[in-house]
């Protein structure tokens, strides 16, 4: 329970001052199959968030704890992209964090050893992250990531 804070806390890091939720469109980003073809074995259907949020939420249980969370939200235009990457490492200075290119306005992939591989997209006012935990922190799951970031955001 407490991984699951810390990872939403996150996701709300990189989804600051947010004003409204994407309206219900984040489990409609990804299809089980796209995770399973990136992450490998079984992968459970979307679940999205319950309860009130800011964001829109929706996250994949893969076998061995591990999951895919998709959070969508909206927040003023070019609010985060200005220097996102240095932004992301003042926040987390123990994670290896690093600019992602050709996607959205700006990009940026979080690598944390505890807390998952994560890529936040910035595109006009909307705000994205693809988080993939309990897989480790290897290129592999770096390059998953982002091939799921890529598809989410062209059905933004």
């Known amino acids: 329970m407490r ?12 989804l ?4 409204t939720a994407a309206g219900g469109k984040a489990c409609t980003l990804l ?11 079984a ?4 679940a999205p ?6 964001s829109d939420n929706c996250t994949y249980q893969a076998g061995g704890g591990a999951s895919v969370m998709v ?5 003023p235009a070019n609010q985060q992209t200005g220097d996102a990457v240095e932004k992301f490492r003042l926040a987390m200075p123990e994670a290896k964090v690093s600019p992602v290119a050709g996607l959205g306005d700006a990009a940026v992939l ?3 050893k505890a807390l998952g591989t994560q890529i936040s997209v910035f595109r006009g006012e909307t705000n994205m992250v693809v988080q993939i935990f309990g897989k480790g922190r290897t290129a592999k799951v770096s ?6 970031a890529r598809k989410a955001v062209a059905r933004l």
């Open 3 to 14: 991984n699951r804070l810390v990872i939403v806390l996150i996701g709300a890091a990189s």
């Open 143 to 148: 390059a998953a990531v982002e091939a799921l």
């Open 71 to 75: 959070v969508v939200s909206r927040s």
């Open 110 to 112: 979080i690598e944390h």
């Open 16 to 19: 600051a001052l947010a004003q």
């Open 49 to 54: 968030a319950k309860g009130a949020s800011i």
């Open 31 to 41: 299809t089980k199959g796209e995770i399973q073809q990136a992450l490998g074995g």
């Open 43 to 46: 992968i459970a259907d979307g």
